[in-house]
Each structure stands twice: as C-alpha cells, then as structure tokens.
C-alpha cells in the first residue's frame, strides 16, 4: 500500500535545511531534513556552531579561571554550571564545604533549574503556537534574574561558586525575599498550567509525539527530564547527593508514555519541587562561614575524578585528570543536551515538520553545551 | 552570638571545612565486589583496577577493550554514561587513553574503563552496544584523531568538515593554527586561522 | 448630462475612494489594535513610542515597509513573484464593494443581487496570490507554506459555504442587503436560530485568514514565515494588509450574515428603542470590532494545530456537522410552509 502510494503520489524528497538561521532551533542547530511532502523521512542534526574549544581552554587556565568558563557552556543554567566544576575538583582535593554554602549552592542551583524551566516552557510554547506563555514566564524569570543579581552582580553567566564555597554570604533580606518568590512561584505555576495543560489543542501536539520508551531512552543515553518522561526514576540529586541534597526532601516526578506531554508535565513538576527544596532549604539554612579553608594556589594531587550534577537538562557531568600542577590536565565535560539531541533523529522519523519544532523544545537544548 | 560565644568559652574543635583538605589517595581495588563481579565475568582481562575519590577505574589493554566492555554491558551497565579520551602525549604505553564511564541501574554502580591507545592505533567501536557512542565517538575523533573501528559514521562533529588537526592533542596550540581549510577562498584569502590570522587580509 | 455622470461616475468613484481609504487605514490600524491589545494580554505595553500612546505606529510602519529595499529572489519566477502580492490585495479590497455598512445606499458601494456569492468567488482568488507567491520566492519554506495555504483554503471552503446556505435558506436572498433585512423582519439575529452555522462559519473564517490556531502558512517556528518568506518592502505590507482585510471582510460577513448587520440587537422590540442613539453604522462597527477582538483574543490563548489535525478537523468534523445542520434548518424552515 505505502508502495502504490508513492508510485501514484511521486513520494519524492525534498531536502530542506532547518537552521542554523531559524527560529525554532534555539541557536546554531542545524537540521538536515529529508522531507516527503511534510512528512520527515530522515533528519540528521549539524553542529559545531557555536564550538569555542572550550574543554581546550580549561587546560590552559588555572582551576578558579575555569570557572567563568562553565558559565558559558549552558547559558540558561550557569549555576548548575558551577556547582558541577567546583564539586569536581573539591572532590578531586578532598575538600569539605561548610554546610551554610552548601546550602546557598543548592538555593542557587534550584533557582537556576527553575529559571532554566521556565526559558524551556517559554520557548516550547511559543513553538507550538502560543506566544503567551512566554511574558508570564518570563515576568518570573526576571524575578530569580533580579535574586542572582543581588547575590552576585551578575544576571546570567553567574560565576557565583567558588572552590571550597561561595564567594559571599547571602546580602541582607535576600532570603526574605527569595521565600516571597517561592511562596508567590506555585501559583504562576498554576496560572501557566491552565494555560496549557488542559489545552485540547496543547495536548493535539504534544501527546504521542516524539515518543522514546523506557529502554530505547537508556540506550540512547537519556538523562534528566527526557529520561524521566519515558519512566525511568532516576536523578543525580537523589542517586549521588552532593551539597546537602540528602538533607532536604523532593520527590521525583516521572511520566508514563515517554512523550512530548508527559516530559512536559514533569519538568512542571519539577519546577514545584525545586520550590520546596528551595523552601526547606531556607529553613534550614545554617549560620556560619561560607568558604572551606583552602589553599591560596588550588594545586590538587595526581588523579582524576568524575563528578555529576544534575543539572536542568540532565547529568552535568565533570571528568578532571590532573597532573598534579595549577592548571587541569584535561577537563572532559558530559553535556547531557549533547547526548540528548542524538535522540532526536529517532523521535522524531515519520512525523511531520511542525513535530520536529515541538521535539526539539521537548529536548530542551542549548547550543552553548552541545557545541562546548 | 557565634562571635560571642568564641570568645567565653575555649575554641571548639575545628570543623572540617576549617582544616587542611586531605587529597584521597588511589588505593587498590582488585578485591572490590564491583571488580571482582567483572573478574568473573571476564576473567584474566582487568590489568589493574584502582579506587580512588570512591571512584573504580578498570585498566584494559587495547585489544581486549571490546570485550571487556561487551561484558559489561552483560552485566546490566545498560548506560554509557560518558566516552572520552585523554592525550598524554609522551607516555610509553601509548600516547592516548580513551576513558569509557558505564553505569548500572540496579545499584547505581559506576565503573571507568581506560586502555592505552597508541597513536595510528584503531579502537573498535562501541557504537552496537550502546547507540548513545556515535556522537561522543565522533567527538573523540574530531578532538583527538582516535579513529574508531565499525563506527557507522565516523566525520567530524564540533569542527567543520575539511579542518586539518585535532584540537585536544596536547600539540595543538590554544591560539590556533592555519588549518588550510579555506571556505571561501576568494572572501577569506588562505592565511588566516581560525583565531589568528597570519600576515593575511 | 453631467448629472448621469455624477450619479453614475463620480458618486461611485467618490464612494469607492473613501471606503478604500478608509479601509486601508483600518486594516493599518487593527495591526495597531492587535499589538496593544495582544500587548495588554501579555502584561506588557505595546507600541508606546511613536506618537501618543503609540498611535502614529501604523504609519511609521508603513513609512518603514515603503522605503524598504525591494528584494527579488535571484532565482525566483520575477514577474509571478510580483504578481503574489497583486492577485492577495486586489480580491482582498474588492470584496467590500458589496459589504453593505448601513441602510442608506449611501453606506455601500453596491447592492448586488448575488451579493454572498460575489463575497465567496473573490476572496478565494487570494489563495492563487497566496500559492503562487510561495512558489515564485524559489524558497523551501515558502512552498511549504503555500502548500499548506491552498489545501487548508480549499477544505474550509465547502464546509463555509455549507454554513453559508444555512443563512441564504433562512434569508431566501444572496443580496446581502436583503439578508439584514430578513434578519429585521424575522424580528431576530440570525445567530440564534444558526448557532452551529455561525460558529462553524467563524472558524472557517480563521482558517481562511490563516489565523491563530490556524496559522499554519506562516507559522513562524515551523515555516519562518511561510509564503512571504522572501517578500520584503511593499509587497510584504501588500500580503500584510491583505491579512487585516481578510479578516476584515470575515467579520463583516459575520456581521451581515448572523449579527443582524446594521440593526441594534433585537430590532422589532419597542422597549429597546433607546438603542438607536447609535447609528447604525456604529453598530456595524461595534460588531465588526467585536470579531476583531475575538480573532486576537485566539491569537493570545491558543497553541497552534498541526497540519493533519487542521485538515482533519476540517473534513471529518466542520463538514458533517455543516451538512447536517443545514438539513436541519431547511427543515424547520419549510416545515411551517406545510412544504415538508
């Protein structure tokens, strides 16, 4: 039958570049589209884009040079960023962080998940069509921006941990206000749920597209919400705590069917329980020094370490050789949008161009990461 | 309060963010459960296995890789959570070391895998075991110049198409190079780099 | 001798030049009204610079798209390409030639006795600007647009005519003159008695204008910007303008056909009479406003449909639900006819 259709219909492909200039590649992705009619037949990502030898630099600087560096890989989630070199390395030196600053960590890395949420949502709707969606987020968005700004200068390449700490404390009211924002965030959350959850044409596009099940999702190497949309219950945080992510409790939301939706609905949920981890976190934030004892020239032993942080788009993963000098022999970083987006020729074959859009969103990448 | 509680009584034991950090120190981990699970399952084929920061690394000679990590992937490390090489530029045993990082669900166990690649040398690709290896594969061949045996697909990643060296090589420099590669020759005359033009336009 | 020409020539001409006029500035100003409202809906404020509260912005826009370099795609189809933006504004405007605004004959151009066919036969000619526009840009995307355009345009045509007659069967005429009359004499909009029409006459409409949700030709994540990916300059503003029309006429025809066009709501009942301190073309406007709001009202709530759902929704749920109703209410007209 599909035979005699494409004798009848011509069935003949067209290939059509999507990207690096587009408006739903979220960057320099390209794709490389064989097309039949809208249908896709094949889709190969092209990238490297934005590559600037980043893995390359880390071996030229000293270990707190690098850090800058992190926050330029995903630049939705600088934080995250952070927190995974510096983990690495005080792995790597057997450093001990006080519990105040491991404490402002996790605030700043679940506020940076949640901001980084919030861009996926955003973008993600506007994608599929509405445009909404976008300035009610992002009204929210500019409030954590604005908490980032207060603690550490800067909006979005933070570079706000250091090795052995945080460089400050937190200023003056800053965690009064942060509680307003996470006792205010629950119900925005509601408000752009009625917008889209229950949206006919909302789960029209996103239900039983791009589908990856629970084994094909682990071959590919599936981490963080694509992962957990296809079932799988499975989280840094909860597998290998660091910080004090023991201390506090979460649960972790999964989906059933491995679509589009279902990631949808559990980076939703994600973003309510990084308001209670953010909340308990203010609760229980402890007085004392922010920075560990560390010395003045971080020179950490012979040895290598492979330290991962769950960061919004899945496992960050840090992999350190040093040789014993001021300047890290190799630093290989784990993207998890790198590995993610390989997926995408297998989720989205045999659906049609408008599905490629909503895939790529569900994906969540950023090009900084993927090209490093 | 902390202030003047310091000052009354005696200073307290020092906590441990306050003392000098103790690096962790490779230790031996052949008796390892993780390793000796492995040992039986492939037997005679881990060179040396170290523990060090918590972390099990297998060492494993080049032509025994595959099979090593075919085991694994028996064992239930469905997941390869990340593939890399490293350059040591002037080691005897060969100049690279590609670093395989696999892990089980069941008991969330991790274990490194790393074998010596001489230079020239081909390493077979794992690519059938997991999918995920094509991409970070590609990149280890765009970065390093590891090439990798039955690889499906093996071109450059990151880089474009037609650049002459290997960025992660220890040899190359952090400035750039004149990589030959002229796009648009008769815009960019050949002569300028990536990053630093030479002499030309 | 001068007086026929006047009559017959210049009144015409005089009248055809303020509706055009007139309709050029509104279809500017609802791209005004749609950026404010839709800013309002979104929390933020919408064009504020130029001109008081940001009312001088159409016309800066159009200042902008006039001295704007006219690109042609160097390996495009030169003469059809120009001719996409031509064969879009022409049947666009030209339908309001029969849109009655009011009761005097001073408030339309014409009374045509076919008036409803008239309106369907023209604004289907804009799909060809439409196709071929996005075939001529030699553009990817833009074929893919235009594709999408004609085979959405096509399949919600028959299920709007279908709706059409439903309203012809109660009115009896295709003057469109005479179809408010109708509305006036039955003493009742026709909305009430063609509810299911009505709705399902709207969102052809949107379809047709190639609106939110059903936006698809030009969606912009999908297709960049669909058939007039490569337009620039004035013939942007022409496929520009042609989408305000468009939706212009459709909510007119909304208006005449279901709204009672120029009558104040219930229009037999004497108490109500306090009504007609609004013209009727003001209550033309108002309804013809109301559509408009609605349109971006959409715009602002809804996700976009994919291609198929769009197709599938026109053929396998408007088109039954239409033919049925229209047996429906040929049926209870007839029925107390005794022609059943």
Known sequence: ?372 | MADEKENQSPPPPKKPWEEKPVPPQPQDAREHPLVLEVERACPGRVREAVAFAGQITLKVELEHLLELLAALKGLGYAFLVDLTAVDWKDRPEGRFEVVYWVHRFADSARLRVKAPVPEGAEVPSVVELWPTANWMEREVFDMFGIYFANHPNLERILTWEGFQGHPLRKDFPVEGVDTGAAIYPDVFPPGGGPVKPKGGA | MSELLWTYVGIPLLKILVILLALVLLAAYLSWFERKLLAYMQIRLGPNRVGPRGWLQPIADALKLFVKEDLTPGFGEKFVFLLGPVLIIVPALLVFSVIPFGPSPNLFITDVNIGVLFVLAVSSIGVYGIILGGWASNNKFSLMGGLRSAAQLISYEVPMGFSVVTVLVMAESLSLVRIVEAQREAGVWFIFPGFVAFFIYFVCGIAETNRNPFDLPEAESELVAGYHTEYSGMKFAFYFLAEYANMVVVSSMATVMFLGGWLRPFPNVAALNFLDVVPPLGWFLLKVAFFLFVYIWFRGTFPRYRFDQLMGLGWKVLLPVSLVNLLVVAYFVALPRGQV
């Open chain 1, 1 to 372: 039958m599909a035979d005699l259709q494409a004798t009848l219909l011509g069935g003949e492909e067209m290939e059509v570049s999507f990207g690096p200039q587009h408006p739903a590649t979220h960057g320099v992705l390209r794709l490389q589209l064989k097309v039949d009619g809208e249908r896709i037949v094949n889709a190969k990502p092209i990238i490297g884009y934005l590559h600037r030898g980043t893995e390359k630099l880390f071996e030229r600087e000293t270990y707190p040079q690098c850090i800058p560096h992190t926050d330029r890989m995903d630049y939705t989630a600088a934080a995250t960023n952070n927190q995974g070199f510096v983990g690495a390395v005080e792995k790597l030196m057997g450093i001990t962080i006080p519990p105040r600053a491991a404490y402002i960590r996790m605030i700043l890395a679940e506020l940076q998940r949640l901001s980084s949420h919030i861009i996926w949502l955003a973008t993600h709707a506007l994608d599929i069509g509405a445009v909404t969606p976008f300035f009610y987020t992002f009204q929210e968005r500019e409030k954590i921006l604005d908490l980032f700004e207060e603690y550490c200068g800067a909006r979005l390449t933070l570079n706000t941990m250091r090795i052995g700490g945080v460089p400050w404390d937190l200023p003056e009211g800053w965690t009064e206000r942060c509680r307003r924002f996470v006792e205010e965030l629950p119900k925005k959350i509601e408000d752009w749920e009625r917008l889209l959850t229950n949206n006919r044409i909302w789960k029209a596009r996103t239900v039983g597209v791009g589908v990856i099940d629970a084994e094909k999702a682990i071959a590919w190497g599936l981490t963080g919400p694509p992962l957990r949309g296809s079932g799988v219950q499975w989280d840094i945080r909860k597998v290998f705590p660091y910080d004090h992510y023991d201390e506090v409790e979460f649960d972790i939301p999964i989906g059933k069917n491995g679509d589009t939706y279902d990631r949808y609905l559990v980076r939703m949920e994600e973003m309510r329980q990084s308001v209670r981890i953010i909340r308990q976190c203010l609760d229980k934030l402890p007085d004392g020094p922010v920075m560990a004892w560390v010395p003045k020239v971080i020179r950490p032993p012979k040895g290598e370490v492979y330290f991962s942080v769950e960061g919004p788009k899945g496992e960050l993963g840090y992999y350190i050789v040093s040789d014993g000098g001021v300047t890290p022999y190799r630093v290989r970083v784990r993207p998890p949008c790198f590995v993610n987006l390989q997926a995408l020729p297998e989720m989205v074959k045999g659906h049609l161009v408008a599905d490629v859009v909503a895939v790529i969103g569900t994906l969540d990448i950023v090009l900084g990461e993927i090209d490093r």
